[in-house]
């Protein structure tokens, strides 16, 4: 079974606070949505190794420690996972970005794929898969599995808010992907929409409707 981590800093929190508020305008919500990310990356990178490294500093030798060559991969799901890029790129600024795009048709709440673009050695690569919203778990079981199919074994999925309904399918199906959310709502609407959630994160990034 894959381990659900819930981030819950408390600077986390506030900032989710505002974002989930229907007064928080496009600006304020993308940019909040950014500060998360790079928040949440933390987190998400706890466990990366790391080698030795000799260096010199000013006053002397010392044995350090860099990144241990892990190769990263940040995959937005389309549209609202591009909100969670800058941060993750701010923290690690070499890892490369391949994107999936899926939406969600409005009758049947299934995802349907409609681009794919991934880094040529994206099997080598520690994957994050960033989209706000677990809702049914649909987009984001799409988009591990199609990241599978490609050869990658190690994913981890970063989401901001997420119901019951869509962890227990990513932990069903996918097994082996840990997810990393800031917040576990209660329910899925009749629109399968999170409650109370924050909206349609896609339309509140992007200032659509
Ligand atoms: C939203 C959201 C997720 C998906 C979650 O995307 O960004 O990708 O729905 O729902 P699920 O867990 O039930 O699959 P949407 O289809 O609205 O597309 P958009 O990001 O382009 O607005
Ligand atoms: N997609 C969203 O953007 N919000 C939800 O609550 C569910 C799916």
């Known amino acids: 079974m894959s381990t659900l981590h819930v ?24 940019q909040l949505l950014n500060e998360i ?11 990366l190794p790391l080698r030795d490294v000799e260096i010199e500093t000013p006053m002397g030798h010392m044995v350090a420690h860099k990144v241990a060559g892990r190769k990263l991969a940040i995959v937005p799901i389309l549209r609202a996972g591009l909100g969670m890029v800058d941060g993750l790129l701010t923290l690690v600024p070499v890892a490369k970005v391949g994107h999936i795009g899926l939406y969600r048709n409005e009758e049947t709440h299934k995802p349907v794929v409609y681009y794919c673009k991934l880094p040529l050695d994206i099997q080598e690569r520690l994957v994050i898969i960033t989209d706000p919203m677990l809702a049914t778990g649909g987009s984001s079981c799409d988009a591990i599995q199609m990241l599978k199919e490609r050869g990658c074994s190690n994913i981890r999925l970063m989401c901001l808010v997420s119901a019951p309904e869509g962890i227990a399918k990513v932990q069903k199906e996918h097994p082996d992907v840990d997810i990393y959310t800031a917040a576990v709502d209660e329910y899925l609407n009749e629109d399968a929409y999170i409650v109370p959630g924050l909206g349609d994160a896609g339309d509140r990034i992007f200032g659509t409707k």
Do not use: A, N
Request: aromatic content about 6%.
């Open 7 to 30: 981030i819950d800093h408390p600077m986390i929190q506030h900032k989710l606070t505002i974002m989930r508020s229907k007064e928080t305008g496009s600006k304020d919500f993308r």
């Open 37 to 47: 990310s790079l928040l949440m990356g933390y987190e998400i990178t706890r466990d």
